[in-house]
């Protein structure tokens, strides 16, 4: 089975853009979180997604956004970037309990 | 509120040697406890992780953590580093209520392996 994936790998922005960040769980599991890691920190939670319903939200403005579609895949919206949005973006899916599986990351770059 | 703890920002071991990473957590209920292993530029590896029962638990490539209650900890050891361990270490407390889940990671332990 394929693990989580994630799309893009890496990408750069310009300050007051938007980005969008993709993420497909491994087969079979419901539940879609997103995670920020600054570098040098460890990851901090920004959603968690469930049954595409959000299921609890982190310390982060409303320029950031999520939704989970009927395939369970899981698209992370941030708008209006900031350079401090730069940052390695995890994807975690979770069948049922907490233990999550991670993808390997999207790194964004805001210049 | 819950926090995890990680008092060593980076830690370097003669490759052989043994290791021992450091973790303390604050959390209200009985945790669960997981240390995941991130190489450079990539993602989150699951080392070991603890639910319940034997407090010594065992997870890939050698290593192994022991939850103590007592002193809120949740320590990773290896009795023999290889090369290819040296990474960042990351101790995390999982909560998970209705479906409801969220990781607090600490802020992570950079290893160096010596040759």
């Known amino acids: 089975d394929a693990g989580v994936t994630q799309s893009p790998t890496h990408l750069i922005k310009t300050r007051g853009q938007h980005v969008t960040l993709r993420c497909s769980p491994i087969?079979?599991?419901?539940?879609v979180s997103w995670y920020q890691q600054v570098l040098g920190q460890g990851p901090q939670f920004i959603f968690q997604y469930y049954e595409k319903e959000e299921r609890g939200r982190g310390n982060f403005p409303d320029r950031f956004s999520a939704r989970q579609f009927p395939n369970y895949s899981s698209e992370l919206n941030v708008n209006a970037l900031l350079l401090g949005d730069s940052a390695l973006y995890l994807c975690a899916s979770t069948r049922k309990g907490p233990e999550a599986f991670f993808g390997q990351g999207t790194r964004l770059t805001v210049v | 509120a819950q926090s995890v703890t990680q008092p060593d920002i980076h830690i370097t071991v003669s490759e052989g040697a043994s290791l021992e990473l450091r973790c303390n957590y604050s959390?209200?209920?009985?945790?669960?406890l997981f240390w995941y292993v991130q190489s450079p530029g990539q993602g989150l590896q699951l080392l070991l992780k603890?639910?319940?029962?034997?407090?010594l638990v065992q997870g890939i490539k050698g290593f192994e953590a022991e939850f103590k209650r007592s002193q809120s900890s949740f320590n990773l050891r290896k009795p023999s580093v290889h090369w290819s361990d040296a990474a960042e270490y990351f101790c995390a407390v999982g909560a998970e209520i209705y479906n409801f889940n969220k990781f607090y990671f600490g802020s992570g332990t950079k290893l160096n392996v010596k040759p």
């Open positions: 603890y639910f319940s029962g034997d407090t």
């Open positions: 959390y209200g209920a009985t945790p669960y």
């Open positions: 087969s079979g599991h419901k539940s």
